[in-house]
């Protein structure tokens, strides 16, 4: 009922940048969150950034002052810039969609969707 679709992953060498783009279309009634998450090879999945639409943002401690989060709410749409990128920045990033769908003449239905994911990849 929501699709996400991601784009802007790739390589990039230590000291660039990238931006990362995620649209969320379909029966979307009301969007809690939207943001991104991470996983490296061998780690767990972490946030590395989040904007509520109360209009609070979080950063991972490891991305900020370097990234920066950002949401278009009339598209849908949440964006992730990253500057400054080093090696262990290194892994797919997920966009997740917290919010509500439209569920015919019953309530709203609480949804989370995550993204397919991007590589990301900074190596010289």
């Known amino acids: 009922q929501v699709q996400l679709e991601e784009s802007g992953g790739g390589l990039v060498q230590p000291g660039g940048s990238l931006r990362l783009s995620c649209a969320a279309s379909?029966?979307?009634?009301?969007?809690?969150?939207m943001g991104w998450y991470r996983q490296a090879p061998g780690k767990e999945r972490e946030l590395v950034a989040q904007k509520t639409s109360g209009g609070s943002t979080d950063y991972a401690h490891s991305v900020r002052g370097r990234f920066t989060i950002s949401r278009d709410n009339v598209h849908n749409m949440v964006y992730l810039e990253m500057n400054s990128l080093k090696p262990e920045d290194t892994a797919v990033y997920y966009c997740?969609?917290?919010?509500?769908?439209?569920?015919?003449?019953?309530?709203?239905?609480?949804?989370?969707?995550w993204g397919q994911g991007l590589l990301v990849t900074v190596s010289s």
């Open positions: 379909g029966d979307i009634f009301t969007i809690n969150a």
């Open positions: 997740r969609f917290v919010g509500y769908t439209n569920n015919g003449p019953s309530v709203p239905r609480h949804v989370e969707v």
